[in-house]
């Protein structure tokens, strides 16, 4: 079966050169996910990756997961960007030129497709998202043991494999659209009962991929949504869909005063993130926040055990009220792979990242993490008091 050629670290778009081979920048290859700057119409900057080096990526990780012996099913979605879609295809083609079954949840937020793991059954997940950053980027978010993704290990091997065209074909390769996977999703997380007091919610998506989602599932919990830049738009035109920069907050902000609401729900551009602003407009850092989760959740289950990143507030360690719940924190390297991998290593409660990465475990969530079920967690919190005066 004929292969395709080794990739190059630099080819020049409009030339035969860059049709005829594939690029593929190594230092897209980062310690736990995978990025690189695609290009859109317009944009001057050279780019670091083609859709046959996207094809070479697929051939490389589906390579990867034969050597893993896992089960050759992937999961793939893709965000909401002009050529996130083209990204996926060129993907799902390597994938499958290497002997994989590809299961295409279609547009989705980045925890839809690790919820898909769990709800197909599926063991390894590659999800095309540049999350919070700028149009024309592109990046995949992989794994093959859930919860957790890829850890600097995997992506060296991922790395090495691609760049040295050591992809190797298979047969048995297979292509599978999933029909209104969304639906599957929306109705996992709305089969609880709506919240029992009344919440006014600004939801902000700054343009994002969660737009197409959050509204919907908090209108459907009985939250009064006030929206923010929930329409898609892959320009961004205000502002990047990222709820740690102050652009977005400061939009939060005055969003809550001008509209009264209780709280203010932002969500990165691929959904795996939430970020808070308070009833008075005040930005309430994720790690304080998860001070806040941990003193509640720690109250329903005594002696849990949680997971914060280094960069975090030493209040999870000196907190009285954590003290006197028996609560036990495990500070940890910073990175979302490295806390996920260790709430799953040490059947932790929770994990919490200051960059707004949390994860859940039972009976809340699975392990990943997903800017949704954050939110619930946050409201399910504040029981219908002023967040200002909790925190």
């Keep these: 079966m004929a292969m395709l050629p080794k990739p190059s670290a630099n080819l020049t778009p409009n030339t035969l050169a860059f049709e005829m081979r ?9 310690e736990y996910d995978a990025r690189w700057w695609f290009g859109h119409p317009g944009s001057t900057e050279p780019p670091e990756l083609n859709l046959m080096g996207v094809q070479a990526l697929g051939m490389g ?20 960007r002009s050529y996130s879609m083209a990204i996926k295809i060129a993907l799902t083609q390597g994938l499958m030129a290497a002997g994989c079954t590809v299961h295409d949840i279609g547009l989705v937020m980045s925890p839809m497709a690790y919820f898909a793991q769990f709800a197909l059954d599926i063991p390894v997940v590659a999800m095309v998202t540049a999350s919070h950053n700028d149009n024309g980027w592109t990046g995949v978010k992989m794994g093959a043991e859930r919860p957790v993704t890829f850890g600097p290990d995997e992506m060296a091997r991922l790395r090495d494999i691609v760049l040295s065209g050591s992809y190797k074909s298979r047969k048995g390769g ?3 659209f999933v029909e209104n996977f969304a639906g599957t999703y929306v109705a996992d997380l ?9 919440i006014k919610a600004v939801v902000a998506c700054g343009n994002g991929t969660a737009g197409a989602f959050a509204p919907r599932i908090l209108e459907s919990l009985g939250v009064e949504v006030v929206a923010l830049d929930t329409e898609l738009d ?3 035109p205000h502002y990047n869909p990222n709820p740690e920069d102050m652009k977005m907050l400061h ?6 005063k001008e509209s009264g609401a209780d709280i203010a729900l932002g969500f990165d551009g691929d ?5 808070i602003v308070d009833d008075e407009g005040r930005e309430i850092f994720a790690d304080k926040i998860g001070v806040m989760l941990a003193r509640d959740l720690s109250k329903l289950h005594p002696g849990a055990q949680f997971v914060v990143d280094v960069k975090s507030t030493g209040l999870f360690a000196t907190d009285p009220v954590l003290i006197a719940q028996g609560a036990r924190t495990d500070y940890f390297k910073t990175g979302h792979s490295y806390i996920k991998r260790r709430v799953k290593d040490l059947s932790a409660l929770a994990g919490f990242e200051k960059s707004g990465h949390f994860f859940f475990n039972a009976p809340i969530g699975r392990g990943y993490d997903d800017g949704m079920v954050t939110a619930i967690a946050v409201l399910d919190m504040i029981h219908g008091r002023s967040l200002s005066r909790a925190a």
């Design 22 to 30: 594939p690029l593929v920048k190594p230092t897209g290859f980062r």
């Design 61 to 80: 990780l589906g390579t990867l997961i034969h050597e893993f012996g896992v089960k050759p099913h992937v999961v793939t979605g893709h965000d909401f």
């Design 174 to 176: 297979a292509y599978r």
């Design 190 to 198: 709305t089969q609880r009962p709506p919240f029992s007091r009344r």
């Design 234 to 236: 892959y320009t961004f």
């Design 251 to 256: 939009a939060m902000s005055v969003k809550v």
């Design 271 to 275: 959904g795996d993130r939430c970020g």
